[in-house]
């Protein structure tokens, strides 16, 4: 299953956007799973940088995102959203989603699925100075 990432654009610093992850397959129920966001900027590895685990009620962020960005799900949708405020341009990268680790106590982690290995294209975030 390719889970497929929207929604980014070219945006002035403190912009903002609303990134969606939805799957490529019908029957990939996405509130079943822990979801994260990850993102790669030019010369940089991969890094997470939200997670939800919606069934536990669970949320989990990367320290220089919180208070910026918002991961929820929308379950009539089957639809994992980032909302991104106040950009900076070091958040410009290319953001994917990809299902994630969870602890036995239901708390995500930003470590994708050893097995998940679709990525997709991403989606690309581009924030001026």
């Known amino acids: 299953v390719q889970l497929q990432a929207s929604g980014g654009g070219l945006v002035q610093t403190g912009g903002s956007l609303s990134l969606s992850c939805a799957a490529s397959?019908?029957?990939?129920?996405?509130?079943?799973?822990?979801i994260g966001w990850f993102r790669q900027a030019p010369g940089k590895e991969r890094r997470g940088v939200a997670c939800?685990?919606?069934?536990?009620?669970?949320?989990y962020y990367l320290e220089s995102v919180k208070g910026r960005f918002t991961i929820s799900v929308d379950n009539a949708k089957n639809t994992v959203y980032l909302q991104v405020t106040d950009l900076k341009p070091e958040d410009t990268a290319v953001y994917y989603c990809?299902?994630?680790?969870?602890?036995?106590?239901?708390?995500?982690?930003?470590?994708?699925?050893?097995?998940?290995?679709?990525w997709g294209q991403g989606t690309l975030v581009t924030v001026s100075s």
């Open positions: 939800i685990y919606s069934r536990h009620g669970n949320t």
């Open positions: 397959a019908s029957g990939f129920t996405l509130d079943y799973y822990a």
């Open positions: 990809a299902p994630v680790h969870s602890t036995g106590w239901g708390e995500c982690q930003l470590r994708p699925l050893t097995e998940f290995n679709s």
